[in-house]
T-cell receptor, first 112, second 114 residues
């Protein structure tokens, strides 16, 4: 079973920031938080990942709470092409098999 | 960088035949690759972990004799669906990771068994 909880769907206006929340209350100390997205009929696309500190790259920012029990993915200026299913996944840790267990994700609809 | 390809992108076959799907890491070596299956409007389900030079590790409930995995080189893993039936129709996706780092996914292969 997935170790994360995400809202099933969200809407966002084009040009505005999209903030996607994720709860991972059972995360262990050395597990990472990964975010992927899947646009219809394509393979998932890597967005960003983090352990403890906030992270930013050209696609998004990842804010992880101090207790690491939740995180937020921020798309600073959403476009129509950001419409996709966004998956928050906890992985790694001491076993580090590399497995990614996908939950149901959040379907983000960016509207004009 | 970190590009993963799959071939074919889509395939239609008759019931009872076998289908081979290739997954390649184009610009990195991958000792570990993963195979997923996705049914319409469902999430990805991990089928197996493919390890270069050794046997694949299958997830619970996945038939290893039906879904044959071969990882003969550091850039290629293959999934063969043997004696395919209509219920095997699905979207098959592979991923690969350079070392212990982030996984990168292929574009997927859509299989339709008639």
């Amino acid at each position: 079973d997935a170790k994360t909880t995400q809202p099933p769907s969200m809407d966002c206006a084009e040009g505005r920031a999209a903030n996607l929340p994720c709860n991972h209350s059972t995360i262990s100390g050395n597990e990472y938080v990964y975010w992927y997205r899947q646009i219809h009929s394509q393979g998932p696309q890597y967005i960003i990942h983090g352990l403890k500190n906030n992270e930013t790259n050209e696609m998004a920012s990842l804010i992880i709470t101090e207790d690491r029990k939740s995180s937020t993915l921020i798309l600073p200026h959403a476009t129509l092409r950001d419409t996709a299913v966004y998956y928050c996944i906890v992985s790694g840790g001491s076993s580090n098999t590399g497995k990614l267990i996908f939950g149901q994700g959040t379907t983000l609809q960016v509207k004009p | 960088g970190a590009v993963v390809s799959q071939h074919p992108s889509r395939v239609i076959c008759k019931s009872g035949t076998s289908v081979k799907i290739e997954c390649r890491s184009l610009d990195f070596q991958a000792t570990t690759m993963f195979w997923y299956r996705q049914f319409p409007k469902k999430s990805l389900m991990l089928m197996a972990t493919s390890n270069e030079g050794s046997k694949a590790t299958y997830e619970q409930g996945v038939e290893k004799d039906k879904f044959l995995i071969n990882h003969a080189s550091l850039t290629l893993s293959t999934l063969t669906v043997t004696s395919a039936h209509p219920e095997d129709s699905s979207f098959y996706i592979c991923s690969a990771r350079p070392g212990q780092e982030t996984q990168y996914f292929g574009p997927g292969t859509r299989l339709l068994v008639l």
